[in-house]
């Protein structure tokens, strides 16, 4: 598998990491051969994070004995420098490692995140302290939000950054990517398959290997998909005219009702985490059901029926994507999934 230079981390990984978060869905003996599989195949980078529940843990197992041959990458979601300190300890012990190679600010998409990890005596500096000791080797931060990316790459604090980019959400190739290029912050590509919502690898994948500096990091839940993605990294990197073809028409259906997370329809009026709701059916993709049903996952769609119908946030969309009635389909979607699986509930249940 080629290997490219993670920014100035001088860290050489794959081509192609491996996203821990769908592997939550799988028992811990489906799991081991699926990284096995995976570092076989030459992949030495592997992402998971403090919150994707049972992933860090059975990382950690699969990659007993094999160490030295991976790059681990973890995240915490807390801002708080004593919370923090505790994922990081929480981070070595299920992996079960002495050190990790990238540690990363996960989801800082608002500017008072990213003021308040970086404010003296705050987060970073947790961070920055146990680089100093060798715990940590790499600091890094994702995000969902542009303009937040861009400030934080400019702080030059952060040695790389993880944001969605894919044929469809395609922004970061305009400013984001060269001035990582610049800073020398290396891009690591979440959601390359749009989340999910692209089914077709090949356009896919194809489409990213037109940036070689950047390493896409598909969410692997079996061994054939890594696998596929793997053959596609090492075939032919032009995308033929057919291929093209087939990227415009995703494009074009998808577009219509594509959310690419910007976050610019904000403030809504009753306060509902528009892009939450409409992008909820890629964490149905990805996650276990029962997390997905638990009460603090289904209450932006709770919140979403409460849409008041004022129409804001739709002059706002640069997409100009139907809001509204996006935000209606997410909710009889939702709730028809979740009357089914509480069905399925019951019933296993009684037997
Ligand atoms: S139309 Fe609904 S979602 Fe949009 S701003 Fe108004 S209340 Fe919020
Ligand atoms: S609804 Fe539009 S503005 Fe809001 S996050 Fe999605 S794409 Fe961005």
């Known amino acids: ?70 790059i681990i990458a973890t995240k915490s979601g807390s801002r708080d420098p004593l919370e923090l300190s505790h994922h990081l300890e929480l981070s070595l012990k299920r992996l079960d490692v002495d050190y990790i190679d990238l540690y990363q600010f996960h989801g800082i998409s608002d500017f008072a995140s990213l003021d308040k990890v970086l404010a003296p005596g705050g987060a970073m500096d947790v961070v920055v302290k146990a680089q100093s000791r060798g715990i940590v080797r790499h600091i890094g931060i994702s995000s969902h939000q542009m303009d937040v990316a861009i400030k934080a790459v400019a702080t030059g604090r952060f040695e790389t950054i993880m944001f969605p980019f894919n044929f469809i959400s395609s922004e970061a190739a305009d400013k984001l990517i060269p001035l990582c290029r610049q800073l020398g912050v290396g891009f690591i590509c979440m959601k390359p398959m749009a989340g999910g919502m692209v089914d077709n690898a090949n356009v896919a994948i194809k489409y990213l290997r037109q940036f070689p500096d950047i390493v896409p990091i598909p969410g692997i839940e079996k061994a054939a998909e890594i696998e596929e993605i793997v053959n596609i990294m090492q075939g032919p990197a032009q995308m033929t005219a057919a291929e093209k073809r087939d990227m415009e028409r995703i494009k074009e259906t998808l577009g219509a009702h594509f959310c690419h997370r910007c976050d610019y329809c904000q403030p809504c009026t009753m306060k509902i985490p528009i892009s939450t709701v409409l992008t909820h059916q890629s964490a149905y993709r990805r996650l276990p059901p029962a997390r997905f049903f638990s009460p603090p996952l289904g209450e932006p769609i709770e919140k979403a029926a409460e849409c008041s119908d004022c129409g804001e946030c739709e002059q706002r969309c640069p997409y100009h994507l139907p809001i509204r009635k996006l935000l209606k389909e997410q909710i009889t979607w939702y709730r028809g999934l979740k009357r089914e699986y509480e069905k399925q509930c019951t019933s296993s249940s009684l037997k």
């Open 1 to 70: 598998m080629e290997k490219v230079r993670l920014g100035r981390t001088n860290l050489m990984i794959s081509r192609i990491g491996f996203g821990g978060i769908p592997i939550q869905r799988l028992t811990e003996a489906e799991t081991i051969p699926v990284v096995r599989r995976s570092l076989e195949l030459g992949i030495n980078f592997i992402d998971t994070a403090n919150n994707y529940t049972t992933s860090e843990e059975r990382i950690g197992k699969a990659i007993k004995g094999l160490r030295q041959n991976v």
